[in-house]
């Protein structure tokens, strides 16, 4: 019989967390479905007192939700399946949904603290489904219509390998840019399983399909300030033993980068996803590379099943 599961609501438009589950591989389907309820509610949920799990833990449990990616794109000199987000070599403190820059969007990442600073180094999250829906009617009229550039060499490259040594910094750009991606998406997406709509946007965006630089920049702004408004979001401070999950097709996040010199390090896993659809029912196009080595386009309505891209 499974433990008793309570899932304790922490922010009105986002945020959860899930209390009286110890994460393993071997979890029964009830308890996987409660937590994915969860997830897709919530849009991000939190595990607190998860010590017992190390690497191997973490992907076992990974597995359980779904289908690992490899670590990452482009970044491949630091692990296979688990991507370190380590202070030592970069610092996301950009708004982004992560990996954008492809066509396949990861469904969720499952993130681990590893080495804590004594202060600062929490995460935020922004809710995209409840800044669509608070767009007032001719706002959504156009993003429904708009369609965005994202790629891999952006100003995201260099903001997120800030305030670390030049050596570790350059390093890190070199090989985030080593393989150039460009995709364009609708920047309104229709969720796979809930059917929400969400807005699709973050510092992966190059620009608007058919906008210029400039007025691609002052529409951002306009669009990204409705989905950081701190209503929309909710903030974690870590603690050794937590585990967060995030819904990537309904979220943006940022990493608070305010611990100074200290190190921190977090364990990320992502979990292999579908190509998104715009209202229209029209898929993600893709530019220029071919991001198959990084994941199976993988059908949400089965998760046992991946379709070949």
Excluded: C
């Excluded at 970044?75 to 982004?96: E, Q």
């Excluded at 969720?108 to 080495?115: D, E, H, M, P, Q």
């Excluded at 920047?187 to 510092?203: D, F, M, Q, S, Y």
């Amino acid at each position: 019989m499974s433990a008793q599961i309570d899932v304790v609501k922490i922010g009105g438009n986002i945020g959860a967390r899930v209390d009286g589950v110890t994460l393993s591989g071997d979890l029964d389907s009830a308890t996987l479905a409660t937590i994915n309820n969860a997830l897709l509610a919530h849009k991000v949920i939190f595990f607190r007192g998860q010590d017992h799990l190390d690497d191997d833990g973490q992907l076992a449990f990974a597995r359980s939700l779904g289908i690992p990616t490899i670590a990452h794109p482009t970044v491949t000199s630091r692990g296979d399946t688990i991507l370190p987000i380590d202070s030592d070599y970069g610092r996301a403190n950009s708004w982004h949904t992560d990996v954008t820059f492809v066509d396949r969007i990861p469904k969720a990442s499952i993130l681990r603290a590893v080495t804590l600073p004594t202060y600062g180094g929490s995460t935020t999250w922004a809710n995209t489904v409840a800044a669509y829906e608070n767009l007032p009617t001719s706002l959504k009229a156009l993003t429904e219509n708009l369609w965005a550039v994202h790629t891999n060499v952006t100003d995201y490259a260099g903001t997120a390998a800030e305030l670390v040594n030049a050596k570790n910094a350059d390093a890190y750009r070199a090989e985030f840019q080593s393989s150039y991606y460009e995709t364009e998406h609708p920047v309104v997406r229709v969720h796979p399983e809930t059917g929400e709509r969400a807005l699709l946007l973050g510092n992966f965006v190059k620009r608007f399909v058919e906008l210029g630089s400039v007025e691609s920049a002052e529409l951002f702004n306009v669009l990204q300030a409705r989905i950081i408004k701190l209503e929309n979001t909710v903030r974690w401070n870590w603690e050794s033993g937590d585990l967060a999950i995030w819904d990537n097709r309904a979220t943006q996040h940022y990493a608070v980068a305010d611990y100074d010199d200290q190190y921190r390090r977090l364990n990320r896993i992502t979990l292999a996803g579908d190509v998104p659809v715009g209202v229209d029912g029209e898929p993600s196009r893709v530019v220029t590379g071919d991001a198959s080595h990084f994941s199976d386009i993988v059908d949400p309505r089965a998760s046992d099943r991946a379709v070949a891209a």
